[in-house]
């Protein structure tokens, strides 16, 4: 899309990057489609009120309906001359407070959020508490019941390194190959996640997944299938064998949205946010 | 309403209270109005499908509407014979999942959530960000400019001890008297309130006031006033003039409900959780 030669050149396009946060909760995904409201044809319409033109913003990651974001990557190219704070704050000024522009740059004219990424994580959180706090339920897998973490974590160590996530991989995935390095693979007990410390207390369970790319519903899959483990109802070697059976029918089942967050994109040249 | 002697007495009366938690954004408050969802309301109904009666809710604190409660105290007086954890599991298993009843308990015949009080608490969160996550925007302020919390802090030593809030005493409010004693006020600042620790960064004012009583929006009238002296326009000596002035014109404006969470009661006789 970059014209740099001929006469039809009128302005220079720039391609700007967008580090975005987004509660998924009110939202059908990031990726368009017709009759819902998704993330990219919402902020692509706010982009276009301040660019005066359409555009096509990509993401990082597409994630499903109902999933956070904590720093998602987008890009858009334009020929507007306004400065990445310029349209982050006009952005942020015309968006629902559930989505906000944390940061903009320009990026490299080449520069694809997708391609680029050398690595992303992904969080997932478990409320395990019979009762879980209001200020939680929108953020969490609520799952009213003891779950060993230790067996977990013993059926988590089969996961890491370099495999085919055929098991892991949701319908629907439009990867053409399903081998992921999973760099690590944590799982964390935490007695707090109260937005104020101390106030929100309970008993949380974080899954944090780190990898070079994700299948599609890979982390909820993954997160699904290790707590049948903490449940007692696969034991660690189980794991393994879902794993080499490359068969979803062999693996627990996906997870729900609301407890999945993007965490974050690398990059072999960081966004100078 | 105990009728202890006479043949009428078929069934003993409980005295049961609760621990309720609740985001308070899609609610036009505590008490019961016309034409508007209330948290008396909606709970009192769900507590009437589980006894079969109607029952009278009682709260420690009449919230307003958007304001937030980490630990709100209610009673109500039934002849049901479920236990209160039986009651509490009904009443979550009916109401959304913004409010939650954290646990329940029996309570003594005469005991008045409001009434038998001896302290209670408030928090008010104030993020001063230039742009807010998405995870924290429901729960605080959100003001994006640097506040002086030195002065703040400085302002705020006016109020402490026993005085006449008149001046910071919203319209409507029915207290017979204005006379409170302010037993802290402390203003703290952090760069992480995310539920997540280190994943929700940002700069936030965090006060908290801990008094025999508060007056209809108190903390939020003080949180105005003391802003004002956070951006310089009020001196610390101008709070303890608008205190002693008696006149709520003097004082600053009235914070946002949705900063604001109701936190904690105390009782002579805790309550056996």
């Not at 019941?145 to 974590?153: G, H, K, T």
């Not at 599609?216 to 070697?237: C, F, S, W, Y």
Request: charged share 20%; glycine share 6%; with cysteine.
């Amino acid at each position: 899309m970059i014209r740099n030669t001929g006469p039809v050149l009128k302005f220079r396009m720039r391609n700007i990057a967008l580090l975005i946060q987004y509660d998924g909760t009110s939202y059908s995904g990031w990726q368009s489609q017709p009759n819902a409201v998704t993330l990219q044809a919402l902020i692509e319409e706010k982009i276009s009120k301040i660019t005066g033109r359409q555009v096509n913003l990509v993401a990082a990651g597409r994630t499903d309906a109902g999933v956070h974001a904590l720093g998602q990557v987008a890009s858009f190219k334009t020929e507007s001359t306004h400065d990445p704070l310029t349209i982050r704050n006009a952005l942020n000024a015309l968006l629902p407070p559930d989505i906000r522009i944390m940061n903009a740059a320009y990026a490299d004219a080449e520069f694809h959020p997708r391609f680029d990424a050398l690595e992303k994580s992904y969080i997932y959180i478990i409320a395990t508490d019979r009762v879980v706090s209001p200020f939680v339920h929108r953020y969490a897998w609520r799952l009213p019941y003891d779950l060993d973490v230790d067996a977990m974590r013993a059926a988590s160590l089969n996961l890491t390194g370099r495999h085919d996530f055929s098991a892991f991989r949701g319908a629907g995935c439009g990867a053409k190959t399903t081998v992921r390095n999973m760099i690590s693979l944590t799982i964390e007990e935490t007695n707090a996640i109260g937005f104020m410390t101390g106030s929100i207390s309970g008993r949380f369970i974080i899954l944090r997944l780190k990898a070079d790319a994700f299948l599609r519903h890979m982390v909820r899959n993954i997160t699904g299938t290790l707590v049948e483990a903490g449940r007692g109802k696969l034991q660690p070697d189980d794991i393994k064998k879902i794993l080499e059976s490359l068969d979803r029918k062999k693996a627990g089942p996906t997870a729900p949205a609301c407890g999945l967050f993007m965490e974050q994109v690398w990059y072999k040249d960081p966004l100078q946010w």
